[in-house]
T-cell receptor, first 114, second 112 residues
């Protein structure tokens, strides 16, 4: 079975500071990895994904993530936080066994301090 | 516009009263799935379908049923809802093998 661990249920940063949201996964096969964002009272929106190829992946809204196989990590970063980045962020790994379902982490609530 | 729609968006019901949450996608996706989101637990998969008439259990299927009679629709059925099924429910779809899933806006269900 695959699993995802997101370190920190809440992360607070100042506006303009670096955003770092941590994600570690376990997988018995090469994983597909995803970061989704959920704004209040909305559904999930894909930020970025890693499937194969380049390990540094760029997404929307200035976010990027790096797949590090040796560390089984897929941390999400953004150089400069904006107030509009306040949201819930979910890391997910694609399930094995031919079922294309996602296994999600428990989420990290990002708080932006003015 | 490519989208996944769910209805209703909000529902308050009582224990034991059967209900159905509809889900429809207009992207001709083979794969559809239902998740529930609970505070501190993230999203957990309830059921999924890899194509018409092909469905299977996810991680938390107890108390739920699904059907996939048409490619675009994947309703979630609660035959006898209980308070522990109070949650936020999301439907999602994707092409087979693509991995990236597109999510509906969510249905907030309260069972009294």
């Amino acid at each position: 079975a695959q699993s995802v661990t997101q370190l920190g249920s809440h992360v607070s940063v100042s506006e303009g500071a670096l955003v770092l949201l941590r994600c570690n996964y376990s997988s018995s096969v090469p994983p597909y990895l995803f970061w989704y964002v959920q704004y209040p009272n909305q559904g999930l929106q894909l930020l970025l994904k890693y499937t194969t190829g380049a390990t540094l992946v760029k997404g929307i809204n200035g976010f990027e993530a790096e797949f590090k196989k040796s560390e089984t990590s897929f941390h999400l970063t953004k150089p400069s936080a904006h107030m509009s980045d306040a949201a819930e962020y979910f890391c997910a790994v694609r399930s094995g066994g031919g079922a294309d379902g996602l296994t999600f982490g428990k989420g990290t609530h990002l708080i932006i301090q003015p | 516009e490519a989208q996944v729609t769910q209805n209703p968006r909000y529902l308050i019901t009582v224990t034991g009263k059967k209900l159905t949450v509809t889900c429809s996608q207009n992207m001709n996706h083979e794969y559809m799935s239902w998740y529930r989101q609970d505070p501190g637990l993230g999203l957990r998969q309830i059921y999924y379908s890899m194509n018409v008439e092909v469905t299977d259990k996810g991680d938390v299927p107890e108390g739920y049923k699904v059907s996939r009679k048409e490619k675009r629709n994947f309703p979630l059925i609660l035959e006898s809802p209980s308070p522990n099924q109070t949650s936020l429910y999301f439907c999602a779809s994707s092409e087979a093998g693509a991995g990236e899933q597109f999510f509906g806006p969510g249905t907030r269900l309260t069972v009294l």
